[in-house]
């Protein structure tokens, strides 16, 4: 039983980063999921429990551990990082001549799905709804 209980407690309580893979993603934290838990969300406790832990931190990057959070909450934080933070990636490729086996629109698709390592603050960037705006053409 006791073995069961410390199961059910990693469950509920931790999430695993592996280095391809994430764990114990799915919240299971639903009143009546588990008998013996009361799993009904309640902002004192939520507060009283969340700890972030900053684990190391640079000019570029910033590495913490959120301490008490259900996974949603964690997720929907992730996004919105993701979201807010700037990158770049490749909008346009013009390819003059093509020799290998694979199609110019792959490619293209392929180029625009590199992560590129840049200050975005060192370029001018492309105004949404402005269709005349060009950049200078980069040959590679």
Do not use: C
């Not at 592996?18 to 799915?26: G, Q, Y």
């Not at 004192?44 to 990057?61: G, H, P, Q």
């Amino acid at each position: 039983n006791n073995l069961r209980m410390a199961h059910i407690e990693e469950i509920r309580n931790k999430i695993h980063l592996d280095l391809h893979t994430v764990r114990n993603t799915e919240d299971t934290r639903y009143p009546g999921t588990y008998s013996g838990y009361d799993d009904s969300w309640n902002f004192a406790k939520f507060k009283n429990n969340f700890k972030l832990d900053i684990v190391s931190r640079s000019a570029r990057e910033v590495e913490f551990d959120m301490v008490g959070i259900d996974t949603p909450f964690a997720n929907a934080f992730r996004r919105i990082l993701i979201a807010e933070v700037p990158t770049m990636a490749i909008e346009e490729v013009h390819i003059k001549n093509n020799t290998s086996v694979m199609q110019d629109e792959v490619l293209a698709h392929r180029l625009g799905l590199l992560p590129i390592n840049v200050d975005p603050r060192l370029f001018e960037m492309k105004q949404k709804g402005d269709k005349s705006y060009r950049t200078k053409h980069v040959k590679v």
